[in-house]
């Protein structure tokens, strides 16, 4: 079955433990990217994936890090997570170009205490 | 500036009625592409249909479409016979970005509830 799938699911952690949220999809899609989600606001970028070894900022990539090593994986890391990082996240990928559609993972929520 | 504009917080209709969800979008991009997805309670994002740029007509999948006025940069979208599983929010979103689609920005989001 094509999918993206994150993990973990849910995640209660205190401020400034260092956490790893994976992505993983089996679609052989060039381009991931991960979003935050929080009420009002919609989704917005953090990262994003052109390729492996290729990333690029979104609009709020303040306090997140990434990292493609492998085409499949896109890991969203969080090296000193803050409570002003508690939130939905999604991970999606897609082919490349305007035309195509982004596939989402099931999202995690995260809350930084 | 604001991308994506879904002037609509929450709208309510009543089953089997129709219902559109504004979505106005800005891009100096002549070429992009507008997406929907539906985020029902459970929070999965399904998408829902597609309209391209350089497209002459409305798309249509089953009881969506979408109402593209490309002068007035507006791509609303249009539930008919609505069903109480169609509940949930609704996302606008564009693509841009050259070939590549690189840039993928969504609206805020309109919370539809459809009352028995």
């Known amino acids: 079955e094509a999918q993206v799938t994150q993990n973990p699911r849910y995640l209660i952690t205190v401020t400034g433990k260092k956490l790893t949220v994976t992505c993983s999809q089996n679609?052989?899609?060039?381009?991931m990217s991960w979003y935050r989600q929080d009420p009002g606001l919609g989704l917005r970028q953090i990262y994003y994936s052109m390729n492996v070894e290729v990333t690029d900022k979104g609009d709020v990539p303040e306090g997140y890090k990434v990292s493609r090593k492998e085409k499949r994986n896109f890991p969203l890391i969080l090296e000193s997570p803050s409570p002003n990082q508690t939130s939905l996240y999604f991970c999606?990928?897609?082919?490349?170009?305007?035309?195509?559609?982004?596939?989402f993972g099931p999202g995690t929520r995260l809350t930084v205490l | 500036a604001q991308k994506i504009t879904q002037t609509q917080p929450g709208m309510f209709v009543q089953e089997k009625e129709a219902v559109t969800l504004d979505c106005t979008y800005d891009t100096s991009d002549p070429s992009y592409g507008l997406f929907w997805y539906k985020q029902p309670s459970s929070g999965e994002m399904i998408f829902l249909i597609y309209?391209?740029?350089?497209?002459?007509q409305n798309a249509t999948e089953g009881r969506y479409s979408l109402n593209f006025q490309k002068a007035r940069k507006s791509a609303n979208l249009v539930i008919s016979a609505s069903q109480l599983g169609d509940s949930a929010m609704y996302f606008c979103a564009m693509r841009e970005g050259n070939n590549y689609g690189q840039n993928f920005v969504f609206g805020p989001g309109t919370r539809l509830s459809v009352l028995p």
């Open positions: 999606a990928s897609s082919l490349f170009g305007r035309t195509n559609e982004q596939f």
């Open positions: 679609m052989n899609h060039e381009y």
């Open positions: 309209q391209g740029s350089y497209d002459q």
